[in-house]
């Protein structure tokens, strides 16, 4: 075999590194075959644990009446779904915790930035934050229920509690990690104060905000989630709160079932934003 | 350069008692590497020079004008690269030239990178490279936007020993060739006499100058093969000399 007139043979004196000697690679080694392995893998123990929550039901194990079975959880997932009910619901849910997530994101990145910025005070307000952070957000819900009314407001209210602080602190801890030398390299090249924050503040401290971010999605989604639960006519919470007055244990699965698959995607979204967003870090192999 | 000499002074006591008294001048094109243990005020005396810091007491004079503020005439490279790590090596190297609106940032940029050898990792991002390209990066970085004064603090202190071989002489030949002043500090003797045109020593804490040296050696200078040369072994026994406690040397033109 030849191209442009070389032997691709191995020839003597090639360095032992070269492609055309290396063993051929196990499906360790070879990222699509991993990723194929991997998969595989995964639609196995999902199909086990289906399997094994069946059977279970079907041999007596576990009542039926508490575990309900995939398969009730199914057709009840197609019925709702078939009737509008289940969509709506979703969508409600959606809609309260992305509106709450954006107004927490921009409220925590710039609450976090001031502080960081200032650092006096940050000193002043740091321990009333950290005491409100500490305190179980749920136990806001009735109050936002008596600020904001039973609809959808209340349950923002309750997202962006949350949502907030988790992007504050991150953001705090981003700017608490700027690197000294930048800064002072920044400035005697000639940066002044807002050049310094569009050049260096705000894409050194993106990758904490970005994580901030990530992990408040699962936030936001339960806070509407416990909100609605708490008193409403919609979304996800409410349908399992009805379901749970009404003894429909395949309607709760196939809430929970709902917040899952919706909270997975939207993560999954999340990741691919963020692996573009900070595309710039190094990669660490923990594995 | 526009002044005949540049005066750096500084005299003062900072509440550490960092730096006593440091006096030193620098003539304009002149390349002086300030050499003293770790821990005695290095940092801080370039800190001070280029406007960063205060001084408690004492002044900086640049050709005949007091510094007060940040001096944008002044290149500052850190004894860590310092590269924006969510920059590309070009548009690190670019980065002093956009701060200072400099038009045709992108050819400057590309050019310097070439003259270190870096054409070829233009779009590489710090994380990729290794130390000793990093470093080089933050070289060119500092060449591109052309200080008339350049201040060194360890520079090459984080690399390997081969690797800070090659960096030196190539920013020595670049130094060679641009001949800005240049203040180097450093805790290693071969590399302020590899360098330098001047080695002055400092004392512990609190710094003040012990001797003054000039480095009577050829250019251009190649670091490799100055390590056999006599005159720079001889300088090299004198200079050790000066750092040692108290330590004398007949020839050394000793101050303080």
Same mark, same amino acid.
């Given at each position: 075999?030849?191209? &442009?007139?070389?032997?691709?043979?191995?020839?003597?004196?090639?360095?032992?590194?070269?492609?055309?000697?290396?063993?051929?690679?196990?499906?360790?080694?070879?990222?699509?075959?991993?990723?194929?392995?991997?998969?595989?893998?995964?639609?196995?123990?999902?199909?086990?644990?289906?399997?094994?929550?069946?059977?279970?039901?079907?041999?007596?194990?576990?009542?039926?009446?508490?575990?309900?079975?995939?398969?009730?959880?199914?057709?009840?997932?197609? &019925?709702?779904?078939?009737?509008?009910?289940?969509?709506?619901?979703?969508?409600?849910?959606?809609?309260?915790?992305?509106?709450?997530?954006?107004?927490?994101?921009?409220?925590?990145?710039?609450?976090?930035?001031?502080?960081?910025?200032?650092?006096?005070?940050?000193?002043?307000?740091?321990?009333?934050?950290?005491?409100?952070?500490?305190?179980?957000?749920?136990?806001?819900?009735?109050?936002?229920?008596?600020?904001?009314?039973?609809?959808?407001?209340?349950?923002?209210?309750?997202?962006?509690?949350?949502?907030?602080?988790?992007?504050?602190?991150?953001?705090?801890?981003?700017?608490?990690?700027?690197?000294?030398?930048?800064?002072?390299?920044?400035?005697?090249?000639?940066?002044?104060?807002?050049?310094?924050?569009?050049?260096?503040?705000?894409?050194?401290?993106?990758?904490?905000?970005?994580?901030?971010?990530?992990?408040?999605?699962?936030?936001?989604?339960?806070?509407?989630?416990?909100?609605?639960?708490?008193?409403?006519?919609?979304?996800?919470?409410?349908?399992?709160?009805?379901?749970?007055?009404?003894?429909?244990?395949?309607?709760?699965?196939?809430?929970?079932?709902?917040?899952?698959?919706?909270?997975?995607?939207?993560?999954?979204?999340?990741?691919?934003?963020?692996?573009?967003?900070?595309?710039?870090?190094?990669?660490?192999?923990?594995? | 350069?526009?002044?005949?000499?540049?005066?750096?002074?500084?005299?003062?006591?900072?509440?550490?008692?960092?730096?006593?008294?440091?006096?030193?001048?620098?003539?304009?094109?002149?390349?002086?590497?300030?050499?003293?243990?770790?821990?005695?005020?290095?940092?801080?005396?370039?800190?001070?020079?280029?406007?960063?810091?205060?001084?408690?007491?004492?002044?900086?004079?640049?050709?005949?004008?007091?510094?007060?503020?940040?001096?944008?005439?002044?290149?500052?490279?850190?004894?860590?690269?310092?590269?924006?790590?969510?920059?590309?090596?070009?548009?690190?190297?670019?980065?002093?030239?956009?701060?200072?609106?400099?038009?045709?940032?992108?050819?400057?940029?590309?050019?310097?990178?070439?003259?270190?050898?870096?054409?070829?990792?233009?779009?590489?991002?710090?994380?990729?490279?290794?130390?000793?390209?990093?470093?080089?990066?933050?070289?060119?970085?500092?060449?591109?936007?052309?200080?008339?004064?350049?201040?060194?603090?360890?520079?090459?202190?984080?690399?390997?020993?081969?690797?800070?071989?090659?960096?030196?002489?190539?920013?020595?030949?670049?130094?060679?060739?641009?001949?800005?002043?240049?203040?180097?500090?450093?805790?290693?003797?071969?590399?302020?006499?590899?360098?330098?045109?001047?080695?002055?020593?400092?004392?512990?804490?609190?710094?003040?100058?012990?001797?003054?040296?000039?480095?009577?050696?050829?250019?251009?200078?190649?670091?490799?093969?100055?390590?056999?040369?006599?005159?720079?072994?001889?300088?090299?026994?004198?200079?050790?000399?000066?750092?040692?406690?108290?330590?004398?040397?007949?020839?050394?033109?000793?101050?303080?």
């Amino acid at each position: 075999m030849t191209v &442009h007139g070389k032997s691709l043979e191995p020839k003597v004196g090639d360095l032992p590194g070269s492609p055309e000697t290396l063993p051929p690679a196990s499906w360790r080694e070879n990222r699509v075959q991993r990723a194929l392995v991997i998969n595989a893998l995964r639609v196995l123990v999902l199909v086990a644990a289906i399997g094994l929550w069946q059977l279970s039901v079907d041999q007596g194990w576990v009542g039926r009446y508490i575990a309900s079975t995939p398969s009730a959880v199914w057709s009840t997932l197609s &019925h709702l779904s078939t009737s509008g009910n289940l969509f709506s619901n979703v969508g409600v849910t959606l809609y309260e915790s992305s509106v709450g997530f954006v107004i927490g994101v921009v409220g925590g990145v710039l609450i976090g930035f001031v502080l960081g910025l200032w650092p006096l005070a940050h000193e002043v307000v740091r321990p009333f934050i950290m005491m409100l952070n500490t305190l179980p957000r749920i136990a806001l819900a009735p109050l936002f229920l008596l600020w904001f009314g039973i609809g959808g407001e209340s349950k923002i209210a309750l997202v962006v509690s949350l949502v907030v602080f988790i992007v504050l602190i991150n953001t705090l801890e981003g700017t608490a990690n700027l690197d000294a030398d930048i800064v002072a390299l920044s400035r005697l090249l000639g940066a002044g104060r807002t050049k310094l924050a569009i050049k260096v503040i705000l894409p050194s401290t993106l990758p904490w905000i970005v994580a901030g971010m990530r992990l408040s999605i699962a936030y936001a989604i339960s806070g509407a989630v416990v909100g609605e639960m708490f008193a409403g006519q919609s979304g996800i919470g409410y349908l399992i709160q009805a379901g749970s007055g009404t003894f429909n244990v395949p309607e709760i699965f196939a809430a929970l079932v709902t917040i899952m698959i919706v909270a997975w995607i939207i993560d999954s979204l999340g990741r691919w934003a963020e692996r573009r967003v900070v595309r710039w870090r190094p990669k660490v192999d923990l594995t | 350069m526009r002044g005949i000499s540049q005066v750096f002074r500084r005299r003062g006591v900072a509440p550490l008692s960092v730096l006593s008294d440091f006096t030193l001048d620098v003539r304009a094109g002149e390349f002086v590497a300030i050499v003293g243990p770790s821990g005695t005020g290095k940092t801080t005396l370039l800190n001070i020079i280029s406007g960063l810091q205060r001084p408690t007491a004492g002044e900086v004079l640049i050709d005949g004008e007091k510094v007060e503020g940040i001096q944008k005439r002044v290149g500052y490279m850190p004894a860590r690269d310092a590269l924006l790590p969510w920059r590309t090596a070009l548009r690190n190297v670019e980065y002093g030239l956009e701060l200072r609106g400099v038009r045709d940032r992108r050819s400057i940029a590309r050019e310097m990178l070439h003259a270190l050898g870096l054409s070829d990792f233009e779009s590489s991002y710090p994380h990729e490279l290794s130390q000793g390209m990093r470093q080089r990066v933050a070289i060119a970085r500092t060449f591109a936007v052309s200080p008339e004064i350049l201040l060194m603090d360890e520079p090459f202190s984080a690399l390997d020993a081969q690797t800070r071989v090659r960096v030196q002489e190539l920013f020595i030949a670049l130094w060679e060739r641009e001949r800005k002043t240049v203040l180097l500090v450093t805790h290693d003797v071969m590399e302020a006499i590899a360098l330098a045109d001047r080695v002055v020593t400092c004392s512990t804490r609190p710094a003040r100058v012990t001797a003054d040296r000039t480095v009577d050696l050829d250019r251009p200078r190649h670091v490799r093969e100055l390590i056999g040369d006599a005159r720079f072994q001889a300088l090299l026994g004198e200079v050790w000399d000066d750092l040692q406690p108290g330590g004398s040397s007949e020839q050394g033109r000793k101050l303080g």
